[in-house]
């Protein structure tokens, strides 16, 4: 939700700038403006209106207009050239605007890969600063007003394998509760976004869909076909229930899935990941992965480690055989949690029906 009150204002249309002003509006003390054309408004706003405690970001002025902002007391960020993104945005993307071309290459995701991969320069790097701190605050608005389980797993489940299939239902069942939340990426992520966005349709329909999907398995070796079968499969489906995910561009190469409703990208990983398992609050699944998947069940372990019994959130590992042998996080976990008020929040079931059981129920 968008700050319309208050003492910070964020203004990002014309419209709404306009509208403010001739409410009488004098004080702009707290306005964050952003992107604007605001040529000649400036002019007009006359002696007794207050521009002093006002930000504007990446904004366009008439002759001389900066200048008078400036000596009023406003903060005046430039816009910043040849970044592919907006630094000062006030929103979490959607997949539309992240593919906005049918050629991945030319689409606002790719090209900020792209870029991403050779920026330097010191304004690149307060870019990259700006975008991913614009990102935070926006997060922090969606997050506010929403319960999020999350579900963490492997990218490398191909689409209508038995995996995939499994992390779909668990979206499923998942989403029909709470707000569902997954690292925004392919595979097992998608699959999670999939059955989040269809908890409200018969289960036959989440079928459909996986099998769909399935015609396309994997983003390699194109990623225009993977996501235009996906985008297919998304108009099939107009009334989504709302999901969230967190992916970066640093891993770029793995393409965002289009079934998450709020996408929040970065460019950074390491905050992005601590951000990912702190707007959990209602728990987390971890499914069958790999490194990071390993890594993500420890760092979630170490905030409940120093968590008291109110601050804890439940930890589901699905798979017994593959947290026991395949790699035994499971009695690392256990041990640790030994003693601590986490103990008797961390579980280790086989399905995804069991997970669904013991996390993510609404309290509010």
Known sequence: MRRSRGRV??????????????????????????GLDLTGRIERLGEDCRLSGATFLGCTFGPGEESTV??????????????????YRGSLYTADELYDDPAYSRSLDGRAYAWSQRRHGQDDSLAVA??????????????????????MGAHAAERGSDRYRRAARLGRLLGGDSVVATGGGPGSMEAVNLGAALSGEPEERLDEAVDALAAVPSFRPSVDAWVRTALEVRAAHPDPAESLGIPTWHYGHEPPNVFATAIAKYFGNPAREAILLEVCDAGIVFLEGAGGTVQEIFQDACENYYADESSVAPMVLVGRRYWTETLPAWPLLRALSRGRAMEGHVHLVDTVEEAAELVGRRTA
């Open 130 to 151: 700006l975008h991913d701190h614009a990102i935070d605050e926006a997060l922090a608005a969606w997050v506010a007003t929403r319960h999020l389980v999350g579900v």
């Open 9 to 34: 204002i964020d203004v990002d249309t014309l419209e709404d700038f306009d509208r403010r002003l001739a409410l009488g509006a004098c004080n702009l003390s707290g306005w964050r403006v952003r």
């Open 70 to 87: 400036a000596e009023a007391g406003g903060l005046v960020l430039p816009a910043i050239a040849d970044v592919p993104v907006d630094p």
